[in-house]
C-alpha cells in the first residue's frame, strides 16, 4: 500500500494522510533509558517512507534535540524535497530568562538551531508549541512573517493543549492587516474520546480554512483496547503508572465510547486502535493525524488504518458515542 496525498490546509502543499510524529525520539525515560536510539529511529523512518509518508512532525525539545538530529541524519542521504519538516518552538531549552516562550530572543535562537540539527536551510511548517500570554501576539507574529520572509520557514502553524480558537483568530486577523504570514495548520489534541476542539475550534479552522493535524490520534494508548472496563490495567500500562492519565481516561464514558469503537473493530476486521485511526482520516476536518511508533511493526499496523473503509453509519456511531459537553 501506499498512503495517499491530502492537501495541508490552504498552502498548495500535499502531505501524506498520516503524518509521522517522532516525540519518543532520543526521549529518555526515568531510569535513564532512550526510547527510541539513532537507529531504530532510521529504521522508523525508512519503514514510513516505504509506505508513501511524506510528513514528518518533530520539536526543538524533542529528546532535548536529539529527534531533530537523527532526522537530520536521515535525511542526509535522501532528496530533502522530497519530505514535508515540521518542528515546533516554546518550551524551555535553557536556563534563562528568555530561554522560553515566543520572545524574538529565543525564537531566532532555536530557529537556527533547529536548522542546524536537521541540517537544511528551512523547515516546511513552524509550529508554535504553546501560546505565550506574555508576549505580545505583534511580537511573534511579527518574529515569525520574518522567518517566512527569509526563507527558513515555508508555512506557519500553532499546537495546543486546550482550544483557543479566539487567540488564533486574533493572531490571522493582525497578520492580515499588518501583511504577516497568518497561521494555516493547527495541531490541536483530538481523538475520539477527547473531543474538547468540537464546536468553536473546529468551525474556526474550517472558516479559515486551517489545515487540522491532530496529536494524540490513540487518546494515548486507551483507544488500543489495552484497558478493560472494571479491571486492574497492565502493570506495564500507562494507567497502571500514572494516575493522572488513569482518572483523565479510564472513565465510564470513555469506555462506552470504546465499546462502540470495538463492535465496529470486528465488524470492518480491524483492531481499534486501526479504526480509531481511520475515524480522524474520514473525517472531513482532519488533514492527518499524526502517528507515532517504538517499533516498525507498531507502525505497520497503524499505518493499514489508511486502507480500512468505514460506512457513514459506522463514522457517525463514533462520532456520537462521545461529544464533547460545549460543542
Known amino acids: 500500500m501506499s498512503l495517499a496525498m491530502v492537501p495541508l490546509g490552504r498552502t498548495g502543499t500535499t502531505v501524506s494522510e498520516l503524518a509521522f510524529g517522532t516525540w519518543r525520539f532520543g526521549r529518555q525515560a526515568d531510569d535513564g533509558e532512550v526510547e527510541v536510539g539513532r537507529d531504530r529511529a532510521h529504521e522508523l523512518l525508512n519503514a514510513y517512507a516505504a509506505a508513501g509518508g511524506n510528513f514528518i512532525d518533530t520539536a526543538d525539545m524533542y529528546g532535548d534535540g536529539a529527534s531533530e538530529t537523527y532526522i537530520g541524519e536521515w ?8 519530505f514535508v519538516v515540521a518542528s515546533k518552538i516554546f518550551w524551555p531549552t535553557r536556563e534563562d530568562a528568555n530561554g522560553r516562550g515566543l520572545n524574538r530572543k529565543h525564537l531566532r535562537r532555536q530557529m537556527d538551531r533547529i536548522l542546524d540539527r536537521l541540517g537544511t536551510d528551512y523547515v516546511d511548517l513552524l509550529y ?7 508576549t505580545p501576539v505583534d511580537e511573534f507574529m511579527r518574529t515569525l512573517d520574518g522567518f517566512v520572509r527569509d526563507g527558513k520557514v515555508n508555512y506557519l502553524g500553532t499546537s495546543t493543549l486546550e482550544p483557543n480558537a479566539w487567540k488564533v483568530v486574533k493572531a490571522n486577523e493582525l497578520a492580515d492587516k499588518r501583511g504577516y504570514e497568518p497561521f494555516k495548520v493547527a495541531q490541536p489534541r483530538y481523538n475520539a474520546v477527547n473531543r474538547e476542539i468540537e464546536g468553536n475550534y473546529l468551525d474556526m479552522c474550517a472558516d479559515y480554512d486551517i489545515g487540522v493535524v491532530p496529536w494524540s490520534p490513540l487518546a494515548g494508548g486507551f483507544l488500543t483496547g489495552k484497558y478493560a472496563r472494571d479491571e486492574r490495567p497492565p502493570a506495564d500500562s500507562r494507567a497502571a503508572n500514572d494516575q493522572r492519565f488513569a482518572d483523565s481516561y479510564l472513565t465510564p464514558s470513555n469506555f462506552d465510547a470504546l465499546e462502540v469503537i470495538e463492535e465496529v473493530a470486528e465488524a470492518v476486521g480491524a483492531s481499534p486502535a486501526q479504526v480509531s485511526l481511520a475515524w480522524l482520516m474520514h473525517h472531513p476536518q482532519v488533514t492527518a493525524p499524526i502517528i507515532g511508533a517504538r517499533t516498525v511493526d507498531q507502525l505497520g499496523e497503524n499505518v493499514v488504518a489508511a486502507d480500512i473503509e468505514l460506512t457513514n453509519e459506522q463514522f457517525k456511531r463514533i462520532s456520537a458515542a462521545k461529544r464533547h459537553l460545549s460543542a
Request: aromatic share 6%; charged share 65%.
Open 75 to 82: 535525511l542526509e542521504a535522501r532528496d530533502r524535497e522530497d
Open 128 to 134: 508554535i508549541h504553546r501560546w505565550d500570554d506574555e
